[in-house]
């Protein structure tokens, strides 16, 4: 499956962890607890590079977003014949995305939620986020995201240097732990980015202001990450991001508390007082939830035998996995095997 879209659009992945914090393993921890489907074989296909998605899930991606120096804003008309695949990124423009004809989850952040057809809301700069669609509303029609970048510093600037746009001020930084708008919003926000992807990307300028000054206005929408998680963005993690480097790809093997202390370089009670402040669960409870997380998403994925799965994932009992996956789910893995079966 390929990409198609309008506009310039590239995605960089490093080797390892780069200047990325620890928050954006939470996206992939809260992806593994949550989302339905993971897909491990779909091609993403850029302008620049290809990327799969196993190899997406393991590294840490800074999306780089191709800009005209002419311009003060980007656009992406995303059309998928297939699915919304799982590509958790983050990038120093803030993002607005309205998603059509689509349900599924977006992770932003440390927030998790459902989205459907007409969901509207706004990444703050370097925010981590991702969408995964789920189901598709009318099946001759592709899954559809209208997605719009701009700079922080643009805004600000519009907002302080012109009267008329005066509601602006203060948007981005309300706007940085993302925001879900008021379906009021989200109603008369709608035809003006419709328009905004019909008519030539250098007229834009006009209406994308009109939109963004209706959205500063929506007194109801609803931030979505925490205060946490965006105050750590541009901190340094070093070592926590080893830790958790390590175990994003290895959590289906025998992680001993021995290796992670010698990867982070601090005695295991030093690395578990480390983990527990800034991941906020114990590393056992941590890959628990990452195997878990990894069978969920096989089990709706694949018709893989249930005990083949287990191992896979890391788990030598089957009671073991059982247990751990009744306590994460409040269901038997058949039993979540089946609401797939019977959607």
Known sequence: ??????????????????????????????????????????????????????????????????????????????????????IWHHHPEMELTLTLNCKGQRFIGDHVAEFSDGDLAIVGSNLPHTWVSSERMNKGHPFKAKVIWFDKEWLDSIAQSTPEFLPLEGFCERAQRGLSFSYATKQKARPIILRLFEIPHRDGITS??????????????????????????????????????????????????????????????????????????????YIINLRIGEACARLAATDAPISVISQDVGYQSQANFNRHFLRLRLMTPRAYRNTFRSS
């Not at 506009?7 to 962890?17: F, L, V, Y």
Request: aromatic fraction near 10%; charged fraction near 20%; charge should be neutral.
């Open 208 to 285: 994308l202001l009109e939109l963004l000054r209706l959205l500063a206005q929506d007194q109801h929408a609803v931030p979505l990450a925490s205060h946490g998680v965006v105050q750590s963005i541009n901190q340094s993690y070093d070592r926590i991001n080893r830790v958790l480097n390590h175990l994003h790809e290895n959590y289906e093997k025998a992680v001993g508390l021995n290796d992670l202390s010698e990867i982070a370089a601090l005695s295991q009670s030093g690395l578990h007082r480390l983990f527990k402040k800034h991941v906020g669960v114990t590393v056992s409870n």
């Open 1 to 86: 499956m390929v990409l198609d879209v309008v506009g310039w659009w590239s995605s960089t992945a490093g080797s390892g962890i780069s200047g990325s914090s620890w928050s954006v393993y939470i996206i992939k921890y809260l992806t593994r607890c949550y989302a339905p489907k993971w897909s491990t074989s779909i091609q993403f296909q850029y302008y620049l590079g290809v990327m799969t998605a196993d190899e997406s899930k393991k590294t840490s991606n800074r999306e780089i977003i191709a800009r005209c120096d002419d311009l003060s804003w980007q656009r992406l008309d995303r059309r998928l014949e297939e699915e919304i695949p799982f």
